[in-house]
């Protein structure tokens, strides 16, 4: 446990980059280009490097670690949710229709609507991904449970100095 409260912002950091880099890997192999949930799965794990990044530079600051639990801990709420959606998306197909691709939305709409756009998502996001025979919003959802957990438990269990 000593490993996980003294280094768990770190291993953060690792594992939220190492599974960006496998997803692009796993783009770039298959083939199979990134939906819109893809894509804003892959940057709710961007912002959690980027607060490990944060919690290792400020960490010895107390109000700075439970502003950062509380900011994991909205991320890991909104990852989850993208990540639910996607699931639900990937067993019943027929409740979305098609739509325009990630970077049409960015180009013709202001960020706000094209982010809404995305979250409501396209039969894209009903295609066959599959990685160990678990669909990758199911390896998403468990690297925000896991990664953020192990953030918030290191931020929060840390003594004041």
């Not at 890997?25 to 939906?35: F, S």
């Not at 990758?136 to 003594?159: C, D, E, F, Q, V």
């Amino acid at each position: 446990m000593v490993l996980f409260q003294r280094h768990g912002l770190l291993l953060t950091l690792i594992g939220s980059l190492v599974i960006v880099a496998a997803a692009f890997a796993y783009e770039k192999i298959t083939g199979l280009l990134p939906c819109h949930l893809c894509w804003l799965q892959r940057w709710v794990f961007i912002g959690f490097a980027a607060l490990s990044l944060c919690g290792l530079a400020l960490q010895r600051f107390r109000l700075v670690r439970w502003l950062l639990a509380l900011v994991f801990a909205l991320l890991i709420l909104v990852g989850s949710g993208i990540a639910l959606r996607h699931l639900y998306i990937k067993l019943n197909p027929q409740t979305v229709s098609c739509g325009m691709d990630v970077q049409t939305l960015l180009d013709f709409f202001p960020l706000w609507e094209a982010v809404s756009h995305m979250l409501i998502g396209s039969s894209d996001c009903a295609q066959a991904a599959d990685f160990l025979g678990l669909p990758l919003p199911t390896w998403s959802l468990t690297g925000y449970l896991l990664l953020g957990s192990l953030a918030i438990y290191s931020l929060l269990s840390r003594k004041t100095q």
